[in-house]
């Protein structure tokens, strides 16, 4: 940026020169958006309310839809169902899941997020058909920083913080981040959220 300021270059060197800068800076912008929040949420108590599961999956779907490449989302339908949750960090690590599935390439295109009932808790499940993550490679997934594809990860923008996030935002509501998958088959990453009589406190962002 310092040579454009000083240097006259041809239109096409000089926008080649910008467009370069913008999204460096783009990508460093959000890391130290991701750094910030990390660090924010050792220390952060949750917001806990009652969730509709549908609006959960409502509000997460709709920020990512438009960054999935054609990839589609398929949920499972959660009917009345409530989780206990801070809405905005439980629908961030919701996004966070969909995108790293979306981001795997998936055979059939789509990214599947169903749900199940474990006691006294709900697990959602995001389940891709995508590469799948080499086994040696799940016990350091959640490290800050660490990718499995450095490269690719780079191209797309990723800085190995997401899954960190994530994680301790399922610690924040009581769970891990559980992982399965195999190589060239796919992933299926989940996570539970306490769950909730019907008929309790109606959530804020329910349409």
Not at 6 to 24: L, W
Not at 54 to 76: C, I, K, Q, Y
């Amino acid at each position: 940026s310092d040579i454009l300021r000083s240097t006259e270059y041809e239109p096409a060197v000089r926008q080649k020169a910008a467009n370069y800068i913008f999204h460096e800076s783009k990508r460093l912008e959000s890391l130290s958006q991701k750094l910030l929040m990390l660090m924010g949420l050792s220390q952060e108590q949750p917001v806990m309310k009652p969730v509709q599961l549908n609006t959960l999956f409502a509000v997460a779907g709709r920020s990512v839809v438009p960054l999935m490449e054609g990839t589609r989302l398929d949920f499972t339908p959660a009917g009345a169902v409530h989780v206990l949750a801070d809405m905005d960090l439980a629908a961030d690590l919701l996004r966070n899941l969909m995108l790293n599935a979306a981001k795997a390439e998936p055979e059939d295109e789509a990214v599947h997020i169903s749900w199940q009932l474990e006691w006294e808790r709900v697990r959602i499940l995001v389940r891709d058909t995508g590469r799948g993550i080499p086994p040696e490679e799940l016990e350091r997934i959640i490290e800050p920083f660490y990718m499995v594809d450095k490269s690719r990860a780079r191209a797309s923008g990723g800085s190995g913080l997401g899954l960190a996030l994530s994680e301790r935002i399922a610690v924040l509501h009581g769970g891990h981040l559980q992982f399965e998958s195999q190589v060239g088959v796919g992933t299926t990453v989940s996570f539970t959220l306490p769950y909730c009589e019907e008929g309790g406190q109606a959530d804020d962002n329910e349409s």
